[in-house]
């Protein structure tokens, strides 16, 4: 429900909840496909405002409309342009309206409606898509607001909760462990032991964190080289791992080796030269690359993972327990945003009533001789604003926004105020 019109606020999205992933891989959008898909379904008058929430688990169209067929001719549009049957997009989409399509957008913002409960990427993703939305021109005063107050939203749960504060995956459990051993983790020498998937990611993943030191051993010396290039490491020869060992603070398994890698003699004679430095030791290997022996030594912490999954589960069970307090928090946010939203509706519905009204009187008015007009006039506003008193108090006075916003759909759908 907008100022004037019979606007309504509508979600269309794929994601990773509703339908086949072939369909959400083929709509997936780009930064650029983003810019182009608001501009096509601005020039087709499908919305006159319109976000985009493009990541890679979900592609989901956020607008305000006067179609009452919108939804189905968006469905439409975005098939033809990916290249996917009409039928089977409609399949895999899912669509909400008004305070449904706000709920939604702030559990995203929250991260509750992600693949890991309480992710943070999201909230960026957000305001990514709110920026290139204003960029194109396709955002004006509801949806930006409403973008705003879902980042408000997302930013309140996890500042007053702890629905983010426990990491999820394998490698940031095991970065957390060695911040606790080391207490400053950029400052150590990394030694990753492969340069397959497991062990790019977690090369990366210790660029980013600011590792500084990163060295990258794989039998293969032409991918140590090539991902060492790409976080700025250095690589190591395969066969020169036992003299790479003493000078390693935090060693990562993540070979595809049937047997293991390093064993405890090799880690005992690293430690001598180490003169006790502890040592840390995460294996995100199955089987394990490193000898779960090597953890009796002293100064030794090693960790493989099914101490990792372990520690992963009991943290998703911690933030699940956070949920309850994180829809609290959202519900607040959408009762202050819907409270917004119907004022914006209010005024304009009663304007449009009083507008009726006085197109009613004069109609009847021009039956009249002209000398009889005026009086009745007065008798004809009088009544008016006698009936429309109490019905406008109440409509401007509901506390409840929801309930506000429905009763002025039902005024403006019962006097037909959208003609």
């Not at 490698?171 to 990753?192: N, P, Y």
């Not at 006039?377 to 429309?388: E, G, Q, V």
């Amino acid at each position: 429900m907008s100022a004037a019109t019979d606007t309504r606020l509508l979600l269309l999205g794929w994601n990773f909840r509703a339908g086949a992933v072939s369909v959400r891989d083929r709509i997936a959008f780009s930064g650029d496909e983003v810019r182009e898909a608001l501009e096509r379904i601005r020039g087709r008058g499908l919305m006159s405002e319109g976000v985009i929430v493009a990541t890679c688990h979900r592609s989901e169209i956020y607008g305000l409309t006067e179609e009452s067929e919108a939804g189905r001719e968006l469905t439409r549009l975005i098939s033809e342009w990916r290249g996917v049957d009409f039928a089977e997009a409609a399949r895999s989409s899912f669509s909400l309206e008004g305070a449904d399509a706000v709920r939604h957008l702030f559990r995203v913002a929250a991260g509750l409606d992600s693949m890991a409960l309480g992710e943070s990427e999201v909230l960026g993703q957000i305001r990514s898509a709110l920026r290139l939305a204003r960029e194109t021109g396709t955002t004006r005063a509801v949806l930006h607001r409403l973008f705003e107050s879902a980042v408000a939203a997302g930013k309140r749960a996890r500042t007053e909760t702890e629905i983010a504060r426990h990491p999820l995956s394998v490698a940031s459990i095991g970065f957390e462990l060695a911040t606790k051993v080391f207490g400053e983790i950029a400052a150590q020498t990394v030694l990753v032991l492969g340069a397959g998937e497991t062990g790019s990611l977690f090369t990366r993943q210790a660029a980013e964190a600011g590792v500084r030191d990163i060295r990258i051993a794989n039998r293969s010396p032409e991918r140590a080289a090539a991902l060492a290039a790409e976080v700025g490491g250095a690589a190591v020869a395969w066969e020169t791992l036992p003299d790479a060992l003493p000078e390693a603070d935090l060693v990562v398994g993540a070979t595809a080796s049937p047997f293991t890698v390093v064993g405890r003699d090799a880690v005992e004679r690293a430690m001598r030269q180490r003169r006790g430095k502890p040592m840390f030791f995460l294996d995100l290997a199955v089987p394990r690359n490193v000898d779960p022996a090597v953890a009796e030594i002293y100064n030794v912490y090693a960790y493989g993972m099914d101490e990792l999954e372990g520690a992963a589960e009991e943290n998703r069970r911690r933030r699940l327990r956070e949920v309850p307090r994180v829809e609290a928090i959202l519900e607040e946010e959408l009762s202050r945003f819907l409270s917004w939203y119907g004022n914006l509706a209010v005024v304009p519905t009663l304007n449009d009533l009083q507008r009726l009204l006085a197109e009613l009187r004069d109609a009847e008015l021009d039956r009249l001789p002209p000398e009889e007009r005026e009086r009745f006039r007065r008798f004809a506003d009088a009544i008016a604003a006698k009936l429309l008193h109490q019905p406008m108090r109440r409509l401007k006075s509901e506390p409840d926004a929801s309930r506000r916003l429905d009763r002025v759909e039902a005024v403006r759908h019962l006097f037909d105020l959208d003609r």
